[in-house]
């Protein structure tokens, strides 16, 4: 059974920075583009940040510079550091597995709250 978890959300002073965790269980990491996606209230769910298997990303143009999204697939785990936290980033944000070789099929972890305040 395949499994999204997430964690590294929390409360961060704005220009902060903060490290989000997916771990995914179920033999489909390695034939998967992994990304980050956010949601904040009243607004529909954007993308972050993608990466494949072969290391190639894409970002969302809100990020210029400010994330970065990295794997490990010795520990079937998706990061995604955070630097210089903007009030706007607050959101919660979604861990996604799409499984592109094999039989195509979308994956949601179950999301972590980033709030940034002072």
């Known amino acids: 059974q395949v499994q999204l978890v997430e964690s590294g959300g929390g409360l961060v002073q704005p220009g902060g920075s903060l490290r989000l965790s997916c771990v995914v269980s179920?033999?489909?990491?390695?034939?998967?583009?992994m990304g980050w996606y956010r949601q904040a209230p009243g607004k529909q769910r954007e993308l972050v940040a993608t990466?494949?298997?072969?290391?190639?990303?894409t970002y969302g143009d809100f990020v210029k510079g400010r994330f970065a999204i990295s794997r490990d697939h010795a520990k079937n785990t998706v990061y995604l550091q955070m630097n210089s936290l903007k009030p706007e980033d607050t959101a919660v944000y979604y861990c996604n597995a799409k499984v592109v070789f094999g039989i195509e099929s979308d994956y949601w972890g179950q999301g972590t709250q980033v709030t940034v305040s002072s």
């Open positions: 179920g033999s489909i990491f390695s034939r998967s583009v």
């Open positions: 990466q494949t298997s072969f290391g190639g990303t």
